[in-house]
């Protein structure tokens, strides 16, 4: 079973950069989908980006164009680059992942870290 760490969070300024990262460990990620969501207080939990085995990207549309996700199998880590944040994108942000493939990643029923908080002053 993979247990999955979130690190990066912070206090940064709107126009800021952060770069968040999620060490899963217990088992290779290769055959994972795997996904940052975020949740501000009193929101719904949204996915920001999500990334299939074949290292496909697709973001939200609030983050596309701001945030790359990209996934090191090697090093079994997930990273999120955030660049220009706006104080919108303050929130917890989780790590998610799902044995999946290209159509199909039930992350509902995968493995999430305990999140790692971000906040953008404007």
């Known amino acids: 079973q993979v247990q999955l760490a979130e690190s990066g969070g912070g206090s940064v300024q709107a126009g800021g950069s952060l770069t968040l990262s999620c060490a899963a460990s217990?088992?290779?990620?290769?055959?994972?989908?795997m996904a940052w969501f975020r949740q501000a207080p009193g929101q719904e939990r949204e996915v920001v980006a999500r990334?299939?085995?074949?290292?496909?990207?697709t973001y939200a549309d609030s983050v596309q164009g701001r945030f790359t996700i990209s996934k090191d199998n090697f090093k079994s880590t997930l990273h999120l680059q955030m660049n220009n944040l706006k104080a919108e994108d303050s929130a917890t942000y989780y790590c998610?992942?799902?044995?999946?493939?290209?159509?199909?990643?039930?992350?509902?029923?995968?493995?999430w870290g305990q999140g790692t908080q971000v906040a953008v002053s404007s």
């Open positions: 998610a992942a799902v044995l999946g493939d290209s159509k199909w990643c039930p992350f509902d029923s995968g493995v």
């Open positions: 217990g088992y290779s990620i290769t055959r994972y989908c």
């Open positions: 990334i299939d085995p074949f290292l496909d990207a």
